[in-house]
Protein backbone atom coordinates (compact mmCIF):
# COMPACT_ATOMS: atom_id res chain seq x y z
CA UNK A 1 0.00 0.00 0.00
CA UNK A 2 1.09 3.06 -0.79
CA UNK A 3 1.95 6.06 1.81
CA UNK A 4 1.85 10.22 1.61
CA UNK A 5 4.49 12.09 3.73
CA UNK A 6 3.83 16.20 3.07
CA UNK A 7 6.83 17.86 4.55
CA UNK A 8 7.66 21.97 3.30
CA UNK A 9 5.02 23.54 6.35
CA UNK A 10 6.05 26.49 8.20
CA UNK A 11 5.19 29.92 9.27
CA UNK A 12 5.25 32.79 7.33
CA UNK A 13 4.09 36.25 6.95
CA UNK A 14 1.51 37.66 4.73
CA UNK A 15 2.33 38.24 1.09
CA UNK A 16 5.05 35.17 1.28
CA UNK A 17 5.48 32.32 -0.33
CA UNK A 18 6.33 28.69 0.26
CA UNK A 19 6.29 25.15 -1.10
CA UNK A 20 4.70 22.29 0.17
CA UNK A 21 5.58 18.27 -1.42
CA UNK A 22 4.38 15.39 -0.84
CA UNK A 23 6.11 12.17 -1.57
CA UNK A 24 5.20 8.59 -1.92
CA UNK A 25 6.33 5.17 -0.91
CA UNK A 26 5.54 1.61 -1.05
CA UNK A 27 4.70 1.83 -4.72
CA UNK A 28 3.49 4.44 -7.19
CA UNK A 29 0.70 7.25 -7.54
CA UNK A 30 1.71 7.56 -11.53
CA UNK A 31 -1.36 6.12 -12.31
CA UNK A 32 -3.65 8.65 -9.61
CA UNK A 33 -5.17 11.62 -9.44
CA UNK A 34 -3.44 13.94 -6.62
CA UNK A 35 -5.16 16.29 -4.96
CA UNK A 36 -3.91 18.91 -1.80
CA UNK A 37 -6.63 19.65 0.85
CA UNK A 38 -6.85 21.80 3.89
CA UNK A 39 -8.03 21.71 7.13
CA UNK A 40 -8.82 25.29 9.21
CA UNK A 41 -9.33 24.61 13.35
CA UNK A 42 -13.12 24.15 13.35
CA UNK A 43 -13.67 23.82 9.94
CA UNK A 44 -14.08 21.44 7.45
CA UNK A 45 -11.50 20.06 5.27
CA UNK A 46 -11.79 21.97 2.11
CA UNK A 47 -10.52 21.56 -1.70
CA UNK A 48 -7.37 23.09 -2.68
CA UNK A 49 -5.99 22.14 -5.91
CA UNK A 50 -5.60 18.75 -7.97
CA UNK A 51 -3.53 17.69 -11.03
CA UNK A 52 -4.90 14.60 -13.24
CA UNK A 53 -2.52 11.23 -13.79
CA UNK A 54 -1.79 13.22 -17.17
CA UNK A 55 0.34 15.44 -14.81
CA UNK A 56 -0.87 18.50 -17.00
CA UNK A 57 -4.38 18.48 -15.99
CA UNK A 58 -5.38 20.69 -13.24
CA UNK A 59 -7.79 22.33 -10.91
CA UNK A 60 -7.76 24.75 -8.77
CA UNK A 61 -10.42 26.23 -5.69
CA UNK A 62 -11.28 29.72 -6.77
CA UNK A 63 -10.02 31.04 -2.95
CA UNK A 64 -6.27 29.85 -4.22
CA UNK A 65 -6.46 30.17 -8.15
CA UNK A 66 -4.27 32.52 -9.59
CA UNK A 67 -2.44 32.18 -5.96
CA UNK A 68 -1.15 28.63 -6.15
CA UNK A 69 0.33 26.17 -7.98
CA UNK A 70 0.17 22.22 -8.15
CA UNK A 71 2.15 20.16 -10.09
CA UNK A 72 3.96 16.58 -10.32
CA UNK A 73 7.24 14.62 -10.72
CA UNK A 74 6.19 11.37 -10.87
CA UNK A 75 9.74 10.09 -11.50
CA UNK A 76 10.35 11.37 -7.98
CA UNK A 77 7.40 10.14 -6.76
CA UNK A 78 6.56 13.42 -5.60
CA UNK A 79 3.56 16.39 -5.56
CA UNK A 80 4.31 19.77 -5.27
CA UNK A 81 2.04 22.99 -4.06
CA UNK A 82 3.27 26.20 -4.19
CA UNK A 83 2.01 28.93 -2.69
CA UNK A 84 2.46 32.61 -2.83
CA UNK A 85 0.77 35.40 -2.14
CA UNK A 86 -0.21 33.89 1.04
CA UNK A 87 -2.28 35.25 3.10
CA UNK A 88 -3.98 34.79 7.15
CA UNK A 89 -6.85 32.86 5.31
CA UNK A 90 -4.20 30.36 4.02
CA UNK A 91 -3.62 29.06 7.77
CA UNK A 92 -4.65 25.34 8.21
CA UNK A 93 -3.23 21.74 8.01
CA UNK A 94 -2.40 21.12 4.62
CA UNK A 95 -2.60 17.36 2.82
CA UNK A 96 -2.08 15.29 0.10
CA UNK A 97 -4.03 12.68 -1.32
CA UNK A 98 -4.05 10.22 -3.73
CA UNK A 99 -7.41 8.70 -6.00
CA UNK A 100 -6.17 6.06 -8.59
CA UNK A 101 -10.10 6.32 -10.57
CA UNK A 102 -11.18 9.48 -10.10
CA UNK A 103 -10.02 12.85 -10.76
CA UNK A 104 -12.28 15.23 -8.35
CA UNK A 105 -12.37 17.49 -5.82
CA UNK A 106 -14.20 15.72 -3.37
CA UNK A 107 -12.16 14.71 -0.42
CA UNK A 108 -14.09 11.34 0.16
CA UNK A 109 -13.25 9.99 -3.25
CA UNK A 110 -9.60 10.10 -2.28
CA UNK A 111 -8.63 6.88 -0.39
CA UNK A 112 -5.08 7.34 0.36
CA UNK A 113 -3.82 10.35 2.36
CA UNK A 114 -0.72 12.37 4.12
CA UNK A 115 -0.33 13.24 8.11
CA UNK A 116 -0.76 16.65 6.91
CA UNK A 117 1.69 19.56 7.39
CA UNK A 118 0.84 22.93 9.20
CA UNK A 119 0.95 26.07 7.11
CA UNK A 120 0.86 29.41 9.33
CA UNK A 121 0.26 32.93 7.74
CA UNK A 122 0.85 35.57 10.08
CA UNK A 123 -0.01 39.23 9.82
Known amino acids: QVQLMESGGGLVQTGGSLVLACTAS????????MGWFRQAPGKAREFVAA????????DYADSVQGRFTISRDDARSTVYLQMNGLRQEDTAVYFC????????????????WGQGTQVTVSS
Open 26 to 33: GGTVSGSA
Open 51 to 58: IKWDGATT
Open 97 to 112: AADPVRFSRGPLNYDI
